[in-house]
């Protein structure tokens, strides 16, 4: 564990400690949740994360400790990072690829990220007590001694990972003042459940799409859905489905394992399951889903490009996890990043995410201002 003090900015009361621990069992779950209240991806999710063997990600924790208790927190991860990692498919990336055939390292930066890989957004999180003045010098504690972790690990790239636009505009003026830029990351996909049953949903629809989705949701004569909390044998199949989706994307950060599925699916126990689509015996598609008592977030949809496509499971999965919120309550659908086309067909808003990022190096961080468009994820894929 790592420990930095800082000045404290109220006379009069014990002095700010910040944190820094390579493993969130260290801060434990009350004390970590009280600085997430609300947050589905909370210390449940993050410790399958670290339990999933992902990769080269090394995962680090921070808190600011005042009086005693923490007052603010963050997730972080290093790893090597390739500069090409989000850039569209095209010739600049086909060159790059044949490069690192004879460079391996070759536009690859050691990077250091606030924020997780496997949630969908950086949340920062504050204790409930703390007032809304303090959230910003707190904040600023955070980065300087993550700034310092990044140092010390050699880190020469570090990064702030999707930040939602709200949390950005109230820490836009810190992250400007320690020289870090922004580019756009993918937005989240959400769905109120305003609603009361599928029929309403349908009748707020076009007249095209409602018409396209009776006509699509006919496949599920041929569908058979089963909800699970435990993949247990199947979790090779479940794999090859996930492994198949993931060839298709553009967009191939970290690579999940097997224990990342099990992980959630025993550490979120109650508040995870996942959702399986046969056609006869054969498995075509897999959902994992994680929730609390008001929003479910659409972690994954993977499925047999080949077979599955023709029995439209993909929209299958859409009403199947709308069903569900229905059933048991629950106020919000997040679908996730990327695919926005029919989400937004389907109803969707979207929540714009930046990405912060700031090379130690100015020369190299004014290179990066400047390629930085090719990179973003802004425009909806």
Known sequence: MLQFAHKDLRSGESEPVTHVYDTIRAIGREAWNACFPGNVEDYDCLLAIEGASIGNFEWRYLTVVEDGKISAAMPAF????????TLE???PRR?????????????????????SPCTETGAIGFHADVPEERRE???GQLLAAFEALAAADGCALMGIKDIAAPVAAEFGAVLA???YAAIGGLPSAWLDIDFKSIDEYMGRLSAGTRKDMRRKLKSFDAVTVAITTDIGHLLPCVMALYHDTRNRSEWQFEELTPAYFEGILTHMAGRSFCALYFVGDELLAANLIVHDDRLAIDKFFCMDGERGRPYNLYFLSWFTNLRYCLDHGLARYQSGQAYYENKVRLGSQLTTNTIFFRHRNRLVQALLRLVSPLFSQEEAK
Do not use: N, T, W
């Open 177 to 179: 003042k320690c020289h």
């Open 137 to 139: 010098p707190l904040f």
């Open 89 to 91: 498919e095209g010739m």
């Open 78 to 85: 290093l790893c090597p990072y390739p500069l090409d990692a």
């Open 95 to 115: 060159l790059i690829r044949r490069v690192r055939q004879h460079a391996s390292g070759f536009l690859v930066l050691r990077l250091a990220c606030l924020g």
